[in-house]
């Protein structure tokens, strides 16, 4: 048995602090939390002394793609998928250093990373899997390009591109088949696209039905790419379980959010990261394809000036918000709790807001009851950070100040005492 003692514990349930507290685990099971006056630490127990630290329960990131691709087409068509497999590793354990302990994998990442993650030969959070992100023709998702050949982008996988409600049925079945724990599909074009826009909508209501449908028979939600009203829009008619990004959204979608119950995963940290990463990094920057660093620029513009008075008010009235970054082998990579800073300051969430949608919410979001909070019963996910994150959110993005880093029981990082 371990006790981790002397900390400020933040249990992620939304709750007042408990200052000197404790948190008992065995195996890889918490089995109490609770004050040091009310819980006794068993003789023969491993100490883990937190004492003027804070103590929270592991981050649930709902949206990351952890396997890697280089940026550089040439290059990337150069790399042999074993070499690609082989670099996603470090993306994986940069996640789980950073504090993520739990992740949603939005496309890329098989059944094979999932597995060899969970038998311990790969470091990294615990994965749920999309397997890819599902495109109609010329998508998001369709990497075409004008010289007139599909790009590929991970050659193991399947092809993510199906059109008309026939050919949405059978890939969904294919994707759950290959051990999908849920859907991923497009309504919109992205920022990121070589062929189509962010605001175009891609695939109709009845097309995006099936897929929930589909998913929904095999008792599986289905995650939505919509950055565009039209998108958002296809993407609630259908009743989508979570909508990604969907920075664009209006009073209607809030609405029709709060009568369904749609969670959305914002990724608000994603565009003003790439803009930065443009300034300091002049080779990642010579590396974009068509007219993206404008897309994004125009884009962070809009959203600054136009949306997050909506966003703040769709915090207000109560939308269930989970945490997720969009991290990839382009951005964010380590650096995924950025993503907490952004929701204080374009959200309009406290810092405890900020931490739920970052493990309980999170953790109700992609229908994991046993992660996301210290609480007795659920997988021993354990941070330790020296700092207040409800005085500063930002002490948790400082790598130097995240103490211990458990999963599963285990220490990933343990610098206690140091």
Not at 350 to 375: F, Q, Y
């Amino acid at each position: 048995m371990k006790a981790i003692v002397g900390g400020t514990v933040i249990d992620g349930f939304g709750g007042d602090p408990v200052k000197n507290g404790v948190v008992l685990l065995e195996g890889n099971r918490i089995v109490n939390v609770g004050s040091e006056k009310s819980i006794t630490v068993p003789t023969g127990a491993e100490v883990i002394d937190a004492g003027g630290h804070t103590v929270l329960p592991g981050i649930v990131d709902c949206h990351v793609h952890g396997t890697y691709r280089s940026r550089d087409m040439r290059q990337h068509l150069l790399n042999t998928p074993t070499y690609n497999v082989l670099r996603s590793t470090h993306i994986l354990e940069e996640t789980l250093a950073c504090g993520v302990t739990t992740a949603r994998d939005m496309g890329g990442a098989d059944a094979g990373f999932r597995e060899a993650i969970n038998d311990g030969f790969v470091i990294g959070p615990r994965l749920l899997i999309s397997i890819v992100m599902m495109s109609q023709t010329g998508g998001h998702g369709d990497y075409w390009v004008p010289a007139g050949m599909q790009v590929p982008k991970r050659r193991w996988l399947p092809s993510p591109i199906a059109d008309g409600t026939d050919g949405v049925r059978k890939l969904v079945r294919q994707i759950l088949a290959a051990g999908a724990d849920f859907i991923k599909i497009c309504a919109t074009g992205g920022i990121t696209s070589v062929s189509d826009s962010w605001d175009e909508p891609q695939y109709t209501v009845e097309e995006l039905s099936v897929a929930v449908a589909e998913a929904a028979a095999k008792r599986k939600r289905v995650a939505v790419h919509a950055e565009g009203l039209d998108g958002i829009r296809s993407a609630l008619a259908a009743n989508a379980h979570s909508l990604e990004h969907g920075w664009f959204i209006d009073e209607e979608s809030i609405d029709t959010m709060i009568k369904k119950g749609t969670w959305w995963v914002p990724t608000l940290a994603l565009v003003p990261s790439a803009l930065k990463k443009r300034e300091v990094d002049t080779q990642w920057a010579a590396q974009q394809m068509g007219e993206e660093e404008k897309k994004e620029a125009q884009i962070n513009e809009r959203l600054q000036t136009e949306q997050v008075p909506i966003w703040k008010e769709a915090v207000r009235r109560g939308v269930k918000i989970a945490m997720g970054t969009d991290q990839s082998h382009r951005l964010l990579v380590g650096e995924n709790l950025v993503e907490l800073e952004a929701m204080v300051d374009m959200l309009g969430m406290s810092p405890m807001e900020v931490l739920v949608a970052s493990t309980t919410k999170a953790a109700e979001c992609i229908e994991r009851d046993d992660v996301g909070a210290l609480e007795p019963g659920r997988l021993a996910d354990v941070l330790v950070v020296d700092g207040d994150p409800l005085s500063d959110i930002k002490v948790l993005q400082d790598r130097a100040r995240l103490k211990l880093v458990m999963k599963d029981g285990v220490a990933y990082t343990n610098t206690l005492g140091n």
